[in-house]
Every structure is written in C-alpha cells, then in structure tokens.
C-alpha cells in the first residue's frame, strides 16, 4: 500500500489517530518500535475525566471533553473494554469540594465513612478503560478501515506526503525536542476481589493512592518520577502501593498479586499539536501528553483529522 499518511507510533495516540484517518478515506500506515501492547499506553489506569491542567489549557479542556464523548459511547459495546463505572475522587489538597467537581458527571458528597481519611472525597461517574483490551479493539478498528501497522523502529521523520509523530517520549529524540522527558510511573496488577468502584487520589506528589478495577484484576497506583528513565520494577514502590491501596480497601490486602508495571510516560511542559515541513513531507506533530495520553486522545486525533481531511 502506498499510504497517504504515515503515523509514527502504537500507543492510544497513534492507534487513535490512525483509526479517525482510515475511517476518513486515508490510506494510513502506523510504524512502531513496539506493538501497541508493549507500549506505555498498555499499563495506564486509565479513569477519564477530573480538572484538566494541562497546557495549553482551553485546547487540553476541548480535547478531554471530545475524548469524553467518545469513551462514553465506546462504553455501550463490551468489546472494547471501555465502561462507565462510579468512584470516588479524594484529596489532601484543602478542605472542601472545589467548585468546578460538582460540575463533573455523577456528582455526589461522600458520607463521611467514605472519605478514608482524605479531607476532600466525593462520587463521580466516568469512563474506566481497560487498555490492554482497548488497544486491541483500537487495532481491530483500525484493519477494519484498512490501516496497516508495521513493527519496525522509526529514525527520521520522512517517508511519506504526511507524517503524523505520536512516538510520545520518542520525539525527544525522533523531533530533535529536549524538552521531552520520561516520567516513571509504577503500578501494581491483583486479582480483582470483587471490586467494580474506581478510587482515584488527586494532587501534584510522586506518589498516590488509586485502584481501577477491570474485570478479573484491578491496577493499582500511583508514582511518579520526573526525569526517571529506569523501567525496572522497584519492590519498595511495590510494597508502599499494595500498602496504600489496602488502607482503603481492605479487600485488596489479601489479593493476588498479578504482575508489576512500569511505564514511561513523555513529559513535556505542554503538549505539543502542531504542523511543520520536513523535507518533502508534511509533519504533525502530536506528543508530549504526559499522564493524560488516554483522556486527551480523541479529543487530539479528532483536530490532526481536522487538519488532513
């Protein structure tokens, strides 16, 4: 196939990307070091919604509310491992509810012996993605309008009319940008005790509380090193997060433990949507989405298709 576009990088942007191209009529190749399971999306959370504060600000708000559209009607169908599930929000960060919360979907106060110790805590209802099973179903879309993937490292943006870069922390080095830079994260993989409510702590620390149960496991988190490239388990982090986790949920203390997952995700003091010229080829890029890849990707694929279609 001669393509038409050629999207470097498998994860939930790409993949995203690929499919809103293909389903346009574009003949669309994906090119990928890793296939989308063995990429950094595979081990999100992933819970969409909450306060977006990533920049640039009013276009990262449109892309979370496009994104949360789309997962909402992606959770109709048990196939592509997307749900909306009830849970709860908490904080240590003031003492009462903020403002823009009781604007969020399912909105409820918690009772006070639901706050587990945290001063902020209240209900939403939000799209839980089970990635694993979400990339897949993104491949299946994707074969079905005819896009093709191919596993073989990428290392020079070319090749193609146009040229979209998702290669997330790649581009540090793919688009020549240094403000790109790992962000290790951790989590822990059980077997789901009978779990179906989310529990997501928000704040800015490199380490928190959450659990997101997906069917017969449940993830559990969170950490966060800026700068950290490492991708080898740390069994302290283990321990702390099986801890935490068990604090509030005392059904989790005697799960099984299923495996432990490390990923990088590609910082970057703003995400970076823009188009420029390389050489005989048309670039967009579309990188640098941090720990939001999945709540901002149909929001980002549905504008770099605004811009080719």
């Given at each position: 196939?001669?393509e038409?576009?050629?999207?470097?990088?498998?994860?939930?942007?790409g993949l995203?990307?690929a499919?809103c191209?293909?389903?346009?009529?574009?003949?669309?190749?994906?090119?990928?070091?890793?296939?989308?399971?063995?990429?950094?999306?595979?081990?999100?959370?992933?819970?969409?919604g909450?306060?977006?504060?990533?920049?640039?600000?009013?276009?990262?708000?449109?892309?979370?509310?496009?994104?949360?559209?789309?997962?909402?009607?992606?959770?109709?169908?048990?196939?592509?491992?997307?749900?909306?599930?009830?849970?709860?929000?908490?904080?240590?960060?003031?003492?009462?509810?903020p403002?823009?919360a009781?604007?969020?979907?399912?909105?409820?106060?918690?009772?006070?012996?639901?706050?587990?110790?945290?001063?902020?805590a209240?209900?939403?209802?939000?799209?839980?993605?089970?990635?694993?099973?979400?990339?897949?179903?993104?491949?299946?879309?994707?074969?079905a309008?005819?896009?093709e993937?191919?596993?073989?490292p990428?290392d020079?943006?070319?090749?193609?009319?146009?040229?979209?870069n998702?290669?997330?922390?790649?581009a540090?080095?793919?688009a020549?940008?240094p403000?790109?830079r790992?962000?290790?994260?951790?989590?822990?993989?059980?077997?789901?005790?009978?779990?179906?409510?989310?529990?997501?702590?928000?704040?800015?620390?490199?380490?928190?509380?959450?659990?997101?149960?997906h069917?017969?496991?449940?993830?559990?988190?969170?950490?966060?090193?800026?700068?950290?490239g490492?991708?080898?388990?740390?069994?302290a982090?283990?321990?702390?997060i099986?801890?935490?986790?068990a604090?509030?949920?005392?059904?989790?203390?005697g799960?099984?433990v299923l495996?432990?997952?490390?990923?990088?995700?590609?910082g970057?003091?703003?995400?970076?949507?823009?188009?420029?010229?390389?050489?005989d080829?048309?670039?967009?890029?579309?990188y640098g989405?941090?720990?939001?890849?999945?709540s901002?990707?149909?929001?980002c694929?549905?504008?770099?298709?605004?811009?080719?279609?």
């Open positions: 196939m001669d038409d576009v050629l999207i470097i990088g498998a994860g939930v942007i995203t990307t499919v191209l293909a389903e346009g009529g574009l003949n669309v190749r994906v090119r990928t070091a890793s296939p989308p399971r063995r990429t950094t999306s595979a081990v999100a959370g992933a819970m969409i909450g306060p977006v504060f990533s920049e640039p600000l009013a276009a990262a708000v449109g892309w979370q509310r496009t994104s949360l559209e789309e997962f909402a009607a992606l959770a109709g169908d048990p196939d592509t491992g997307v749900r909306v599930a009830r849970g709860r929000l908490v904080s240590t960060l003031g003492e009462e509810t403002p823009w009781k604007e969020l979907p399912g909105f409820a106060p918690c009772a006070p012996d639901e706050h587990a110790g945290f001063p902020v209240f209900w939403i209802s939000s799209p839980l993605v089970d990635m694993p099973r979400y990339l897949g179903y993104l491949e299946r879309r994707l074969a309008a005819g896009g993937i191919e596993v073989r990428v020079a943006l070319g090749g193609a009319p146009v040229v979209v998702c290669s997330g922390l790649g540090r080095e793919l020549g940008d403000g790109v790992p962000v290790r994260g951790q989590h822990v993989v059980v077997e789901n005790p009978g779990l179906d409510d989310f529990f997501f702590e928000g704040g800015f620390g490199t380490s928190w509380t959450s659990y997101m149960p069917r017969d496991r449940v993830v559990l988190g969170g950490t966060s090193a800026d700068g950290d490492n991708t080898e388990p740390d069994p982090q283990t321990e702390e099986l801890r935490r986790c604090e509030v949920e005392p059904r989790l203390a799960a099984r495996g432990v997952e490390v990923g990088l995700r590609p970057r003091e703003r995400i970076r949507l823009e188009e420029e010229r390389s050489g080829s048309r670039v967009i890029h579309c989405h941090g720990g939001v890849g999945v901002m990707s149909w929001g694929a549905r504008e770099v298709a605004g811009m080719l279609l």
